[in-house]
């Protein structure tokens, strides 16, 4: 008599799981008649609500399924969008099995990159661990970037070898250091920080102060670093490899980016107010 209720737990448990990160589903509950920042708290609250928080330590056993390259040379390596040349022969490629530890060059080992720098939450979780901005990048080029904010630079002190540059801001607004991935993932980085400003709207006005900020938990960036990013996600659309993403770490965290799931949303949010 227990084997059948058994069985039938597992076919709940299963398709349970399969509703929670099935796109369409995820956002059934959702009020989408609502704009501006009154939206993006409840899509923030979605976020949280749905959140299964992971270890460290967990992320890198993720990466062996959410972020392996299907797409652009399709041959199952892990992607790295500081190395990956989408036109061409990539510089170096890595395996699951070359993480840093300790590098000098590119090319030794990749690890992760938090893309919303971790010094500015004091490496709390969840945000330490939220796979949803955080990326395997080449361990060189990750510490190269250090917490610099992304933007486009006006000349290039530094480049990796897939074209990522670090230079100085060529917006008026902002004049420090910014680092600008190549155009094939500008939106994927844009997508990947609306979500953390929606994610955390209500824990980042109690981070450290940075420029990408503005202290607030509405608009949640700098007026200059928003529109960077606006523009980076309009230029740069949806690619197959970020929905392939979307749909694989939700398998392990539970929600999604919903960026990535519906881009209208982002100008429903940022651009009405």
């Known amino acids: ?8 737990l597992l076919v709940f448990l299963s ?8 796109q369409d589903s995820y956002y059934s509950g959702l009020n989408t008649n609502a704009t501006g920042y009154e939206f993006k708290s409840k899509l923030s609250n979605l976020l949280g ?3 299964r928080s992971l270890s460290y330590g967990d992320l890198l056993g993720a990466y062996r399924k959410t972020d392996r ?11 790295d969008m500081y190395s990956e040349r989408p036109e061409g022969r990539d ?3 890595y395996t699951t099995s070359r993480t840093c530890g300790q590098y000098r060059n590119e090319g030794d080992c990749y690890n992760r990159e938090h893309l919303f720098p971790q010094g500015l939450f004091d490496k709390k979780r969840p945000m330490k661990s939220d796979i949803f901005h955080i990326y395997p990048t080449d361990g060189k080029v990750n510490g190269m970037r250090g917490s610099y904010p992304f933007g486009e630079v006006s000349s290039t002190n ?19 250091l910014v680092f600008e991935p190549i155009d094939e993932f500008k939106g994927d980085i844009a997508r990947a920080m609306l979500y953390f400003a929606v994610r955390y709207e209500r824990q980042i006005p109690g981070f450290k102060d940075s420029p990408m900020t503005n202290g607030s938990y509405e608009q949640t960036y700098s007026t200059w670093f928003l529109q960077t990013l606006m523009k980076w996600h309009k230029q740069d659309p949806v690619s197959e490899h970020e929905r392939f993403r979307n749909n694989a770490a939700c398998n392990y965290q539970k929600n999604r980016n919903p960026f990535i799931d519906h881009p209208e949303w982002a100008m429903a949010i940022w651009e009405v107010n």
């Open 1 to 8: 008599m227990k084997k059948p209720h058994f069985l039938a």
């Open 15 to 22: 398709t349970s799981t399969f509703a929670t990160c099935n």
């Open 49 to 51: 609500k749905t959140h």
């Open 69 to 79: 390259d299907t797409t652009y040379d399709a041959d199952n390596t892990i992607l």
């Open 91 to 93: 510089p170096y490629r």
């Open 158 to 176: 530094w480049s990796s070898e897939n074209g990522s540059k670090l230079g100085p801001s060529s917006d008026p607004r902002y004049r420090g």
